[in-house]
């Protein structure tokens, strides 16, 4: 994992080793299964799918949300990809900022996605009690609607990170654009998007018509 130094806080996407599952690809639509240790509120998951959707859309993929607890099998989708929310995903509690220059310029892992024998899985997993940092980068007196739509735009940026890696089939990154390997806490929760760059839009439609 890169360090990134000189700068107040940033944080690592990350892929590591594991697996591959691939279906026929008739369309760009994708099932996307989540779980959650700690659900976040409803605003939160209604703003992350909105903009895991925005990012997405230029790729031409659109996304249909499951619960994986609430999965019957029963459904199919020409592709299918797995996020596991780890930690407490909860805007209303307190973030700690950094403590001490110890952790300044310390690159953090706030997802990964698994990868095996070179082939990146379907399988995402995300840290939401390190998203959940970039909370303490708003203003101190913002209130619980400015931390549910600060804390769904960090997961929803979070995601289609993983996504770009799950979809396009690759643990490349880009130089640019929200494909590249590090990214602030402010920009996470910024109201002004970092979008793919056009060829990560690309890498991801063709990606998904990879068999
Ligand atoms: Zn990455």
């Not at 026929?24 to 992350?48: C, E, K, N, R």
């Not at 797995?82 to 690159?107: H, I, K, M, N």
């Amino acid at each position: 994992m890169p360090r990134v130094l000189h700068l107040p806080l940033f944080i690592a996407f990350s892929a590591w080793p594991a697996l591959l599952c691939a279906e026929t690809p008739p369309a760009l639509g994708v099932g996307v299964f989540v779980d959650f240790d700690s659900a976040p509120g409803s605003a939160s998951i209604q703003i992350m799918k909105d903009e895991v959707e925005k990012l997405l859309r230029p790729s031409g993929i659109s996304l249909d949300w499951r619960l994986t607890k609430q999965n019957r099998g029963t459904e199919t989708f020409p592709r299918l990809v797995v996020l596991q929310f780890r930690g407490r995903c909860r805007a209303d509690l307190l973030s700690q900022p950094p403590e001490d220059s110890a952790t300044l310029g310390e690159a953090r892992t706030l997802a990964s996605t698994r990868v095996a024998a070179g082939r990146v899985l379907p399988y995402g997993e995300v840290e939401c009690d390190e998203v959940r940092q970039a909370l303490s980068y708003l203003d101190p007196g913002a209130g619980a609607i400015a931390r549910q739509t600060a804390l769904g735009l960090a997961l929803g940026r979070v995601v289609a990170h993983e996504l770009y890696h799950i979809l396009a089939r690759t643990t490349a990154h880009a130089a640019h654009g929200l494909a590249k390997p590090t990214e602030s806490f402010e920009d996470l929760i910024s109201p002004r998007e970092t979008p793919f760059q056009e060829r990560d839009s690309r890498a991801i439609r063709q990606g998904f018509r990879k068999q």
